[in-house]
């Protein structure tokens, strides 16, 4: 009995050791150099521990990475700045607190950066009142973005001043996912990737679904998911015993799914480009349809992330990163039916559409972030071309040189009846722009929404602000 119950013990602490290295591991990171910074530092460092979301990093990582490789960490410092500092000290989030003066009033803003995606993926800032205490104010905010039990906004004046009421500027949360229950379907038999496709092209028949488990990384040529004279054909691609990533031999699309079939990215997978490339990492065509869920990523492409010709693309979660072309959608080029419910399309770049050129079809958000992607002319998160419909989700902190630079507008139905648009004039910090690469902002060019020189949004527009237009008739808060 001694020895079944010691044998029980170890495997106990084993499976909360487990459980604790599960927690991607955090770091927290003060902008510039307020009075008390290292109280301020520890307090929310021990706020993160306190909510178990976390591992937390020595408190004062960044700190010593930054004084090893000489890297300011004060005066202008992005969040790809901080990025890196966080990769480098071993960290996989980390919590950057800012405050900051607009006309006499005092803000706060608090957001978590993703290491790998090298933008915001939770973020809150919020006015703090005269008398207010800014550790107080911090830990409702990062309780309410990782949805913990927090009580009324903390904030209240002192009883010598006026009181005022701390209203949230702009709030967005794109929590982590849980991967939905693993998707049933014949195992496809095969030692490395290239074997299993070759088994799905020989044996693949109709109204099936394929699952192609990937257990290691490997490096794939272009292919082409179609099978002449079969219908409703479901191929589902994941990641076996952690993430895996998936490169191209050459040149080309990575995947090219064709009419009567649905291709699903579903977890712990990777699909990374190439500079040089030549295709999109996903390439939808003909009545296809492509679908990503939580834990799937597509990133590193020179050549776009995902083209939608005609198909059908869902975007349950995951990530679309870091892709970008010399022409249009950086992210996601769309010439069909586009829907977005969850996920996070970031850090893209093009000349027009930074994150999504929408230019056929139509475009539905109810949820997920568009944020931190940039265009060289119009649309830094999304330039519509044709019938776009926002009602949910967040479009923040993205940027064009020429105009709209959360949205851009050129034709088709615009409405908006729900989600969040920021807008540089009421939220600087993480307000989306139009200004050049030296950082000069410009006026009058929609930095949350332009349509046209007399409709335009330029403050953020919140889940309460509707917005439509067909570019002729105009409703809603718009402004001149």
């Excluded at 410092?77 to 005092?106: N, W």
């Excluded at 006015?127 to 903390?154: A, C, D, Y």
Aim: proline content about 3%; some cysteine.
């Amino acid at each position: 009995m001694r020895t079944i119950s010691k044998i029980t013990l170890a495997i106990g602490i084993l499976c909360l050791l487990a459980f604790a290295q599960a927690k991607p591991k955090a770091a927290v990171y003060i902008m510039g150099n307020p009075e008390g910074r290292d109280a301020l530092r520890m307090a929310v460092n021990n706020f993160l521990i306190k909510s178990q979301k976390y591992q937390m990093i020595a408190v004062d990582a960044l700190d010593v990475v930054a004084k090893e490789q000489n890297r300011q960490n004060s005066g202008s410092v992005t969040d790809g700045d901080i990025a890196l500092l966080g990769r480098d000290a071993g960290a996989q989030y980390v919590c950057v607190v800012e405050r900051s003066e607009l006309d006499g009033i005092s803000y706060v803003a608090t957001r978590m950066v993703s290491v790998q995606s090298k933008v915001a993926e939770l973020a809150d800032m919020t006015e703090l009142p005269k008398g207010g205490k800014i550790v107080e104010l911090i830990e409702w905010q990062i309780g309410s973005m990782l949805g913990m039990p927090v009580g009324p906004r903390p904030g209240k004046a002192t009883a010598t001043a006026q009181a005022v009421s701390a209203q949230p500027v702009y709030t967005a949360q794109v929590q982590t996912q849980p991967a939905a229950p693993s998707i049933q379907g014949t195992v496809v038999p095969g030692a490395n990737l290239a074997e299993k496709l070759a088994w799905l092209q020989r044996s693949a028949d109709s109204h099936n679904t394929y699952i192609l488990d990937v257990n290691a990384d490997e490096t794939i040529a272009p292919t082409t998911f179609e099978y002449s004279g079969a219908i409703n054909i479901t191929i589902v691609l994941r990641g076996v015993g952690g993430n895996r990533t998936l490169r191209l031999k050459s040149h080309g699309n990575m995947f090219i799914v064709k009419k009567n079939v649905t291709f699903i990215l579903e977890h712990n997978i990777t699909l990374h480009g190439h500079n040089g490339n030549t295709g999109s990492m996903v390439y939808v065509v003909e009545s296809g349809e492509f679908k990503m869920n939580a834990g799937s990523t597509i990133t590193g492409n020179a050549h776009g992330g995902v083209y939608n010709y005609g198909g059908t693309f869902i975007m349950n979660g995951g990530t679309i990163s870091n892709n970008s072309t010399s022409d249009n959608g950086g992210g996601i080029y769309n010439r069909g039916t586009f829907t977005m419910s969850g996920g996070t399309i970031s850090g893209n770049n093009a000349s027009r559409g930074g994150g999504v050129y929408h230019y056929n079809g139509t475009f539905t958000m109810s949820g997920g972030t568009i944020s931190g992607n940039s265009a060289s002319d119009k649309g830094g998160g999304v330039l519509s071309d044709a019938a776009f419909a926002m009602r949910g989700g967040t479009i923040v902190g993205n940027a064009a040189v020429n105009h709209g630079g959360g949205v851009c507008r050129t034709s088709g139905d615009f409405t908006k009846t729900g989600g969040t648009i920021t807008g540089y004039n009421s939220d600087p910090t993480n307000g989306n722009a139009v200004k050049d690469e030296g950082g000069n902002v410009f006026a009058r060019r929609g930095h949350a929404v332009y349509v046209n020189d007399n409709t335009r949004k330029e403050t953020t527009a919140g889940p309460d602000a509707n917005l439509a237009t067909n570019g002729w008739t105009s409703t809603g808060a718009w402004e001149r």
